[in-house]
T-cell receptor, first 115, second 116 residues
Framework: SQTIHQWPATLVQPVGSPLSLECTVE??????LYWYRQAAGRGLQLLFY??????ISSEVPQNLSASRPQDRQFILSSKKLLLSDSGFYLC??????????????FGEGSRLTVL | AQKVTQAQTEISVVEKEDVTLDCVYE???????LFWYKQPPSGELVFLIR??????QNEISGRYSWNFQKSTSSFNFTITASQVVDSAVYFC?????????????FGTGTRLTIIP
């Protein structure tokens, strides 16, 4: 069966420090990968998605970047965190399919607090 | 641009009561998919249902039912005989009809609390 893991689960970082959140999917190959951010009262916002190694699409201009160094690994990074980067970050994956409407499978999330 | 509105920020009901969560969407696409996800206190989102724009049949799964009305651009979710385990944040989402990836637009969520 397929599983998705994110780490760390909780992170408290000072403003200006770097960030690295990691996500790994097991039990499937060539998945589509996604990073969402959930801020209080604002729902889930798609940050990045990837359809393959080294292929990253950014949805929102921001202080963050993403990388996919391996097929089932997705990393969210920042060189210098801002207060506004605080939130709950969710990694997700989906099966590649001909049409849209596929299900997203989410990880447990990483809660980031920037002080 | 796509938009999903969940006007109910928080709802509290007593256990065994029925509760309906509202979802209104906006899209210019003729083909699209609608979803409901549940986020329990553990944090990860759990898929509940998917409905495509050409299927307006209501669906029932146990105590859960969904009412899709294209005429009003709504996709409401009803829990019958609510239980404490139903307490969670529920998200409605809308997908773009593009091949190859699933880009969902989520609503802001409705926090449902079931009071024992």
């Amino acid at each position: 069966s397929q599983t998705i893991h994110q780490w760390p689960a909780t992170l408290v970082q000072p403003v200006g420090s770097p960030l690295s959140l990691e996500c790994t999917v097991e039990g499937t190959s060539n998945p589509n990968l996604y990073w969402y951010r959930q801020a209080a009262g604002r729902g889930l916002q798609l940050l990045f998605y990837s359809v393959g190694i080294g292929q990253i699409s950014s949805e929102v201009p921001q202080n963050l970047s993403a990388s996919r160094p391996q097929d089932r690994q997705f990393i969210l990074s920042s060189k210098k965190l801002l207060l506004s980067d605080s939130g709950f970050y969710l990694c997700a994956w989906s099966v590649k399919r001909q049409g849209a409407g596929g299900e997203l499978f989410f990880g447990e999330g990483s809660r980031l607090t920037v002080l | 641009a796509q938009k999903v509105t969940q006007a109910q920020t928080e709802i509290s009901v007593v256990e065994k009561e029925d509760v309906t969560l509202d979802c209104v969407y906006e899209t210019r696409d003729t083909t699209y998919y609608l979803f409901w996800y549940k986020q329990p206190p553990s944090g990860e989102l759990v898929f509940l249902i998917r409905r495509n724009s050409f299927d307006e049949q209501n669906e029932i799964s146990g105590r859960y039912s969904w009412n899709f009305q294209k005429s009003t651009s709504s996709f409401n979710f009803t829990i019958t005989a609510s239980q404490v385990v139903d307490s969670a944040v529920y998200f409605c989402a809308l997908s773009e009809p593009y091949f190859g990836n699933e880009k969902l637009t989520f609503g802001t969520g409705t926090r449902l609390t079931i009071i024992p």
